[in-house]
């Protein structure tokens, strides 16, 4: 049996999912998640298996003699799971996103997390970009990009219209964004998701909500910051940065 011990974030249930649905289908074993409390599996159901179809449970052995655990733990080698015969049960708490997880596996996971397009009253050409701001918890510490990430792509960029999608629009991005005329798009988790995997160009935050909309999508262009600040998000060894993406070095984070 493959236990996981999930989060309430998407992103955070995306990377737990595939993680342990790659491992159960490699070993043939049951899937399953435990919810930490009444609150995390009302999250966990309304935003993973109510909105993927293809995110259905893994069925197979049910062993509860859990001999194997690993604890949050980015650098774990998914191999090194594999390879041990002699493993009854994986007890999986943690966060694993490292790319390397996932990469032999993209069009499967892709298949996992279908999702129907996104039925809003833009009709989205290849002319338009959008970009997804991480404020929120964000905010206030070292992870936060500084909105001059999303200027000088901006200012170097031609495009008709720009789509905003985010957490939270504070006065900071409003103000910075101003000149480019945006159109902010919020709606649910989902239906962002839905909204910024819809676009042939992406500007990301360091976000890993942002990374799955990436993902999933058939983006030509994808930007993606990297910051100077090596403890911020997707430089503290997590190890996010795809072969497509455009990478911008040294972007500048703070409080």
């Known amino acids: 049996m493959i236990l996981v011990d999930n989060l309430c974030r998407l992103g955070n249930l995306m990377f737990q999912y595939s993680f342990a649905r790659i491992l ?4 043939n074993y049951k899937m399953l998640f435990r919810p930490a409390d009444d609150l995390a599996l009302k999250h ?5 298996m109510n909105n993927f179809v293809n995110a259905i449970p893994i069925e197979g052995k049910v062993i509860q003699d859990f001999i194997f ?3 949050d733990n980015f650098g774990y080698d998914m191999n090194n799971i594999l390879k041990y015969s002699g493993i009854k049960g994986v007890h999986l708490h943690g966060w ?17 997390f279908w999702l129907p397009e996104s039925q809003n009253e833009y009709k989205i050409t290849e002319k338009d970009i959008v970009l997804h701001v991480r404020r929120g ?6 992870h936060s990009i500084k909105m001059p990430f999303y200027q ?4 170097n960029l031609s495009f008709e219209r720009l789509f905003v999608c985010g957490d939270e629009f504070d006065e900071e991005v409003i103000q910075s964004l101003n000149k480019y005329n945006p159109i902010y798009f919020h709606n649910s988790a989902v239906e962002d998701l839905k909204f910024i995997k819809s676009f ?3 500007i990301m935050s360091n976000s890993t909500y942002a990374w799955w909309a990436a993902i999933l999508s058939e983006a030509k262009e994808i930007y993606c910051p990297n ?8 430089n503290d060894d997590q190890d996010l940065i795809m072969t497509n993406f455009i990478v911008i070095d040294n972007v500048e984070t703070g409080k």
């Open 227 to 234: 910051t100077k600040n090596y403890k911020a998000f997707f």
């Open 137 to 142: 918890d964000f905010r206030g510490t070292i």
């Open 152 to 155: 000088n792509i901006l200012d």
């Open 24 to 27: 159960a289908e490699k070993m």
């Open 96 to 112: 694993f996103q490292r790319k390397h997880y996932y990469v032999d596996y993209l069009e499967k996971i892709k298949e996992w």
């Open 200 to 202: 042939n160009r992406i």
């Open 69 to 71: 655990v690993t604890n």
């Open 44 to 48: 966990f159901e309304e935003k993973l």
